[in-house]
């Protein structure tokens, strides 16, 4: 069955410094999501992305967030300046349709800020 | 916000015995949905449920959905060790919103007791 697979699995960076979090949604899948979970707890909504934009994105999703589809099948998460309170598991979904279709998510980064 | 609670936060009990979970939510919805998540792993899509459908089966699991009261029930039956996961319930908006974000509620933590 197909997968949405995230790299890396575990990313460590100090504070301030940019990273990117890549996936490779599943490929007739034309909706992408990134979600966050901190320490086990609620899964956060961030921006969810279609036909090359955001169509919708969070609180959370500030200047310091970007999203982009750079080719055919990756899709990324750029945080440009990390703070400590972005450690967190990031997830990336996809799915088929806009509504009424399930999301299929990845294994998740966890990003580590120190 | 159309987020979903969960309740009980956290459910022990022993193998073979039936678990209930609850989710309420705010707003009005085209669908509801229940995911899953092992420690440390991405979520998995269980069922998806209808605002036109009122109960939904899915081998042990029975969903229900109330859309005068906002809310709905995941019933595992004749739970089993491999079943002690995190149990999300996830909403989204009506289509007349344009809302492209699914909505994830704060998860129901199912311990099961051999």
């Known amino acids: 069955e197909p997968e949405v697979t995230q790299t890396p699995s575990h990313q460590v960076t100090q504070m301030g410094q940019e990273v990117i979090l890549r996936c490779v949604p599943i490929s007739n899948h034309l909706y992408f999501y990134w979600y966050r979970q901190i320490l086990g707890q609620k899964v956060e909504f961030l921006v969810s992305?279609?036909?090359?934009?955001?169509?919708?994105k969070s609180e959370i999703f500030d200047d310091q967030f970007s999203v982009e589809r750079p080719d055919g099948s990756n899709f990324t998460l750029k945080i440009r300046s990390t703070k400590l309170e972005d450690s967190a598991m990031y997830f990336c979904a996809s799915s088929e349709y806009r509504v009424g279709s399930p999301l299929h998510f990845g294994n998740g980064t966890r990003l580590t800020v120190t | 916000s159309q987020q979903g609670e969960e309740d009980p936060q956290a459910l022990s009990i022993q193998e073979g015995e039936n678990a209930t979970m609850n989710c309420s939510y705010k707003t009005s919805i085209n669908n509801l949905q229940w995911y899953r998540q092992n420690s440390g792993r991405g979520l998995v899509h269980l069922i998806l449920i209808r605002s036109n459908e009122r109960e939904k089966h899915s081998g042990r699991l029975r969903v229900t959905l109330d859309t005068s009261k906002k809310s709905s029930s995941l019933l595992i039956t004749a739970s089993r060790a491999a079943d002690t996961a995190s149990y999300f319930c996830a909403t989204d908006g009506l289509l007349m919103n344009r809302d492209d974000k699914i909505i994830f509620g704060k998860g129901t933590r199912l311990h099961i007791l051999p």
């Open positions: 992305f279609y036909n090359n934009e955001i169509s919708e």
